[in-house]
């Protein structure tokens, strides 16, 4: 953790964290398509994320942890997707789960208890804000196909208040799909993030 907490204030000397942060401030133009947003890196992690979800899974059963995969079912099956993936405005719980390791000292899977999340509409696009633990994505989510939804945003690290705009840094910038799996249950995918796994996996559920 104090590794990635270094490694959190790199870009900050180069690049000025957006007071207040939010969805609409890391990523202000979404009226544009999300493929004309989203970097040439982003782009291609989110071509290549169901191979990327299976390479994670190996390295994470290969640690040992096919009984912490197993319990989690639907959340961390790459084809358990189901139609109409949109996310109603309100509040939520979310979880973060990484699966694989980077390197030999990290674990292969991880699971961190799950704190608030927001969704609102805002006038271009969905907003998505994880509002609690040591990483926290937040961004945009558009319209993309029947079975999911694209998000582009950023990460917030440890505890920044701020948080940069997307595609001031390659580190940050963090590209999914939003898809659901359940009655009232979906799960945001994060292909190849730079920080620690191979794959992360947030839950997402109604607060109340």
């Known amino acids: 953790m104090r590794a990635l907490l270094a490694l959190a204030l790199l870009p900050l000397a180069a690049?000025?964290?957006?007071?207040?942060?939010?969805?609409?401030?890391?990523?202000p133009h979404a009226d544009e398509p999300w493929r004309a947003l989203a970097t040439d890196d982003d782009r291609e992690?989110?071509?290549?994320?169901?191979?990327?979800?299976?390479?994670?899974l190996d390295s994470a059963e290969k640690g040992g942890r096919q009984g912490d995969i197993a319990r989690e079912g639907a959340l961390v099956d790459p084809d358990s997707a189901l139609p109409d993936a949109p996310l109603p405005a309100g509040a939520?719980?979310?979880?973060?789960i990484k699966l694989g390791s980077q390197s030999p000292e990290q674990p292969a899977f991880v699971a961190y208890p799950a704190v608030p999340c927001t969704v609102r509409q805002d006038p271009d696009a969905m907003g998505f804000e994880m509002q609690g633990g040591p990483q926290r994505p937040i961004g945009r989510l558009f319209s993309h196909i029947n079975r999911r939804s694209v998000f582009?945003?950023?990460l917030q690290i440890g505890d920044e208040r701020g948080t940069l705009r997307y595609g001031d840094d390659e580190?940050?910038?963090?590209?999914?799909?939003?898809e659901r799996i359940g009655e009232r249950r979906w799960r945001l995918l994060l292909p190849q993030p730079h920080f620690e796994s191979l794959f992360d996996v947030v839950e997402i559920v109604p607060a109340g």
Do not use: H, I, M, N
Request: hydrophobic content about 40%; aromatic content about 10%.
């Open 92 to 96: 939520y719980r979310c979880r973060l």
């Open 171 to 178: 580190q940050r910038d963090s590209a999914g799909f939003l």
């Open 152 to 154: 582009l945003g950023t």
């Open 15 to 27: 690049c000025a964290l957006v007071k207040p942060p939010g969805p609409e401030a890391v990523l």
């Open 45 to 56: 992690r989110l071509r290549d994320w169901r191979d990327s979800f299976v390479k994670a």
